[in-house]
Structure formats: C-alpha cells, structure tokens
C-alpha cells in the first residue's frame, strides 16, 4: 500500500526471523505499536459464470428431436412376427431379424428319425420377411402409442419343397418310398387316349412339417419335435387330374384339322394328331404342348386340299319350282391365303385345347340353276316323252295298257320308286310276273318300268302300267324324282 511520504511497501511480509514471503495473513497482527494490524481481505478474482440451464435445455432438445426422428422409422414396442419381437426396430432388421429366427429354429426328427436334427436353413424355411416388416411398420410406427404392445402377426411358414425333401430324404431315408404318377398315352388300337393308373408312395408330408413349424414359430419357439414315420403320399400326377386330361384329348381328336367355316377341310388322322402332341409334367400339372415342324409338314400340302373351282348347284323342280331333288350340290371355289405362320398359331391353339382351326381363304359362291323335268306319254303314239325346261331330251316307244286294262289318263305325279317288284302274284290274280324291275309309281298300281318277257314295244302289252326296256326303265327311274309331273293323254 502507499503512504503519504511517497515510501513504497508491499502486501507481503516475512515472518519474523525466517525472511520467507508470506502469501497469506493471520487473522491479526501486533504491531509494534502493540495495536493489532488487520489486514484488508485480499479480493479474488471474479468466476466466470456457467450457463447450466441453457446446455440442459439444448441436450433435452436435441434428445426430443432424436426421439421423434426415432419414431418415425422403428416399429412400435410389444410387435411380434412369427414369435420374433421386431419392436424398436427398423423394417430392414426386423426382416433379418425374423428370417435369421426361421434359419436357426431347430427340428428334431423323433420316431424313425431317431432325433436327427435339421434346421430352418436346411429345409428352405421363409416367410416374405420384408413384407412383413413393411407392413407392420405401416401398421404399427412407434409414434402410434395406440399400436404398441399389439397382437402377434401370424405368418404361414413356407418350406421350399425340392430343398425340404431332399434333406428329409437324405436324413430319413427308410421313410420314403416314390410314389408312381398316372401316365397318359395313346392306345393306337383304339386310336384314343388311355392313362395308367397312379401308384402311392410314403415320406415325410412337408405340408405337415410347415404347419408344425408355422405353430413353432407363433409360440416363439426356438426348436421343436416331429415324427419323421412315413406318411401316404400321394402322386403328383393323379389318376382324376390324368382322366381330365385324356377326356380333353379325345375331344380334341373328335374334332382336329383344318376348318373353312362349318367344314372341316382337311381332318387330321388320330395317329397323326397323336405324334404332333406332347404330354408333359410341370408344376404337379399336366400340359400339353403341340410339335410345330410336324405341323408345318401338313400345312404345306394344303392348297392342294383346300383349293377348288366353283360347282354350280343343280335343283330339279316341278312347274311351280318346288325344289323336287337336288341334282349337283353346289360349292364355293376357294383359293387358300397366306400360309404364313399357321403351323406356329395351331401348335399354340392345341396347347390349349383348341383343336379346329380356320383356314385364310378367299371364298366365290356357288350359283344354282333349276331344271324344270315333267313325262308325257302319248298313248295313240305309244311313246313317252322327256322334256326338261320345256327341251325334249329322249323319247321312246312304249307298250301301255291293252284296252281291257287301259293306262289311265290324266295328270299324275311320281310319288314313288322300287327297284324290283314282283306284279299279279296274288291268290287271286290271273297272272304273275316275278321281279319286275325299274319301278317308278305315278298313279295308283301304275308304273313305268321294265319288261323283259317282250320286245313289242311300240304296241299295246300291259296290264295298265307303261312297259319300257329294262335299260330305259333304269333311265326313267333314276331321272324321274318324287313329286315330278307326268301327263298321260290320248
């Protein structure tokens, strides 16, 4: 401190006789006035103040915006997958979570197994884990406190069964006996498809063993017990799915080839449709499938089949056109198209059954022209006369009725034929002329046919009917139909 002569002292004094500084003071000292010298307290420096409140209102803060970003990609507490707690988790662990679960869950194989042990992984075990995962996160998000702590989500466990039966098989192998499936064939005899009928066999059901392990699974299990005993199994290929398949096959051979409209052009031989057709296995089902080059042979020899020139119908017809017989049936011509790709879309169609195909033609219709027939027979004449559209196109001479036994007169109609009749041969009758032949009927007992018994013809012979040679009768017989017109006159 300074006092008023202007002398400099320090705060620090020596304890008396050591000459060493002291840093501090006692609470009093004597001087050597013998009055007590306090000392002034010395001043410390001021603390540098430390904001607590503002670090904890960050740290809380920050853990609040944390939370909530938390919330928004974890599933909510208490959820469980397949007896796998995914709470707290993101979908994408839930999903390894719930899949490593199913590869590590044990299976001891009791009964004829003999405890042998496989494991999830070993029998192809899976569940679609990250559509579980994604669902139950859309479902249940942690920030839903209305979802938490609920029910279990069920899933089916899934074996792969090529993978499940080969490890059973190879572990248990005295369990399995193949079964036989039905096997479909043609029988050429019968020119029809048969099938020979399934045989059964034993193992171990992975249908069962996925049940069990689906049960396992839901109780949070982490291994369980199966009896591997054999089971019955059942052929893939069944004798119900092999008579469906038979069945459906003869009706495509009732019905196969190669169509122009309603018609079927060109039909395919069952043996034939037989070597095109394939029956195969795949996915537990049978399928046919249809040999496309050997289709292709067919389709090349098919203009030769469908092609054709148009036929013009022929009608005969009475006076008022009444159609009486159908002389020349008509027919379109036809010239078949592009050919181009029938062979691929044939083979496509039999796979599905489909056996009828339609052919590209161009088609010209057919057109039809009548032919007004009628008979006149002159009886004073004794001949008989054939016109056609009014056109005379033979004549002969006839042997009609003896005056006795006149032909009658009149307008008639051909109402039927006989090949060979015997005439007269009744108990009663005064005469009997066997096996007549060439009978065509226009009145009652009245015909024109053959006499082989006379070669008078141009002169009266008959018991009524018009008597002709056998060879003309044949003629007048086949020329003549039902329902023509014949006029008889003097």
């Known amino acids: 401190m300074c006092h008023g002569g202007g002398e400099r002292v320090t705060d620090l004094i020596s304890d008396p006789g050591t000459g060493e500084v002291r840093t501090s003071a006692p609470d009093a000292l004597t001087q050597e006035s013998g009055q007590p010298v306090q000392w002034a307290p010395t001043e410390a420096p001021a603390k540098k103040k430390r904001h607590i409140g503002l670090w904890v209102g960050l740290g809380a803060g920050a853990l609040v915006l944390v939370g909530a970003a938390a919330s928004l990609i974890l599933i909510a507490p208490g959820t469980t997958i397949a007896g796998v707690p995914v709470g707290g988790m ?49 479902d249940r998000p942690l920030w839903n406190i209305s979802a938490w702590m609920g029910e279990p989500i069920h899933a089916d466990v899934l074996l792969d069964p090529e993978i499940a039966e080969h490890a059973l098989h190879a572990a248990v192998p005295t369990s399995y006996v193949d079964p036989v499936s039905a096997d479909v064939v043609f029988d050429a005899d019968a020119s029809a498809y048969t099938f020979t009928p399934a045989e059964t ?29 054999a089971t019955e199994v059942t052929a893939t290929i069944t004798d119900e799915k092999a008579a469906a398949t038979v069945e459906k096959l ?84 036809r010239v078949l198209g592009d050919t181009t790709g029938i062979a691929s879309a044939f083979a496509t169609d ?10 590209p033609v161009t088609s010209t219709p057919f057109e039809t022209t009548t032919l007004f027939r009628r008979i006149e027979v002159d009886i004073s004449e004794q001949r008989t006369y054939l016109f056609e559209n009014e056109k005379l196109v033979e004549s002969w001479a006839i042997s009609s009725g003896l005056p006795e036994t006149p032909t009658p007169l009149g307008r008639f109609r051909v109402f039927g034929h006989t090949a060979k009749q015997s005439m007269g041969c009744g108990p009663d009758s005064p005469y009997c002329t066997p096996n007549v032949p060439w009978n065509t009927w226009f009145a009652p007992d009245i015909a024109f046919h053959g006499a082989y018994w006379h070669n008078n013809f141009g002169h009266r012979m008959s018991h009524g009917c018009v008597n002709l040679p056998p060879s003309i009768a044949k003629q007048v017989y086949d020329w003549s139909p039902v329902g023509l017109e014949v006029w008889v006159h003097a």
Do not use: C
Not at 92 to 121: P, V
Not at 208 to 219: G, P, Q, V
Not at 350 to 359: H, I, N, P, V, Y
């Open 350 to 359: 039999l796979t599905q059954g489909e056996a009828a195909f339609q052919l």
């Open 201 to 229: 066999g034993t193992g171990i059901s992975v249908p069962d063993l996925a049940d069990a392990f689906t049960a396992a699974a839901s109780d949070g299990e982490r291994a369980f017990r199966f009896s591997a005993d």
């Open 90 to 138: 993101t979908p994408g662990i839930a999903a390894e979570a719930i899949s490593s679960r199913l590869a590590t869950t044990e299976i001891e194989l009791t009964g004829a197994g003999d405890g042998t042990t496989l494991t999830g992984a070993d029998l192809g075990a899976h569940v679609d884990a990250e559509g579980l995962a994604e669902q139950a996160f859309a």
């Open 250 to 333: 003869n009706d495509m051979l009732a019905t196969i080839g190669f169509y122009v409209g309603d018609e079927r052009t060109v039909p395919v031989a069952a043996d034939v449709a037989a070597s095109w057709l394939s029956i195969d296995e795949v996915d537990g089902e049978l399928t046919i499938t249809a040999d496309q080059s050997a289709i292709q042979t067919m389709v090349a020899s098919l203009p030769d089949l469908v092609n054709r020139d148009v036929v013009t119908q022929q009608n005969i017809v009475d006076s008022t056109g009444k159609v009486l017989r159908t002389l020349t049936e008509g027919k379109d011509g």
